[in-house]
T-cell receptor, first 113, second 114 residues
């Protein structure tokens, strides 16, 4: 019940295209859903996050769509750029616990010029 | 805001040796987390501190692992009698506040056990 499942494992997109990464969770106590971006040899960097009281959050080219009834959320990267090539992780946590993050398995995104 | 720092960035050790890593969180953050990340996987939670109190430990944290956060500032993670399976990136993160919120990660310490 603590799992967060992420797909696809890898993704190749042309420059200017839309990248979409999906995550599903099981624990209904989760109430915070961040996305992290990680470059090789670096720590994860917080990209954008959402709480379940809204269905969508947009920050620049990055949008999270959240479906509470389906227990799914997704990251959309609009106008994808080669600099977006990285590994993306979804995560979830609950305010009723310590705030520890449960991460998905990651998606390696390659944006071709 | 200088961010979360970790030292050393890389550590190579022989099996059976003890190693210690240090994490300096963002100064006003009262919550500190340790995670472990193996190649091709997402980070996995190890342990959590609120101020100086260690409030949760994952079952991944065997008795060879110990973590401290004296005075609620920096934290150390020690691994005794290292095994090859301990080879991983050890990540530290910090956050502020009582609710699940933004966690900021350090660059990690890459451990290689030969």
């Amino acid at each position: 019940q603590q799992q967060v499942k992420q797909s696809p494992q890898s993704l190749i997109v042309q420059k200017g295209g839309i990248s979409i990464i999906n995550c599903a969770y099981e624990n209904t106590a989760f109430d915070y859903f961040p996305w992290y971006q990680q470059f090789p040899g670096k720590g994860p960097a917080l990209l954008i996050a959402i709480r379940p009281d809204v269905s969508e959050k947009k920050e620049g080219r990055f949008t999270i769509s959240f479906n509470k009834s389906a227990k799914q959320f997704s990251l959309h990267i609009m106008d994808s750029q080669p600099g977006d090539s990285a590994t993306y992780f979804c995560a979830a946590s609950g305010s009723s616990n310590t705030g520890k993050l449960i991460f998905g398995q990651g998606t390696t995104l390659q944006v071709k010029p | 805001d200088t961010g979360v720092s970790q030292n050393p960035r890389h550590k190579i050790t022989k099996r059976g040796q003890n190693v210690t890593f240090r994490c300096d969180p963002i100064s006003e953050h009262n919550r500190l987390y340790w995670y472990r990340q193996t190649l091709g996987q997402g980070p996995e939670f190890l342990t959590y501190f609120q101020n100086e109190a260690q409030l949760e430990k994952s079952r991944l944290l065997s008795d060879r692992f110990s973590a401290e956060r004296p005075k609620g500032s920096f934290s150390t993670l020690e691994i005794q009698r290292t095994e090859q399976g301990d080879s991983a990136m050890y990540l530290c993160a910090s956050s502020l506040g009582g609710l699940a919120g933004k966690q900021f990660f350090g660059p990690g310490t890459r451990l290689t056990v030969l």
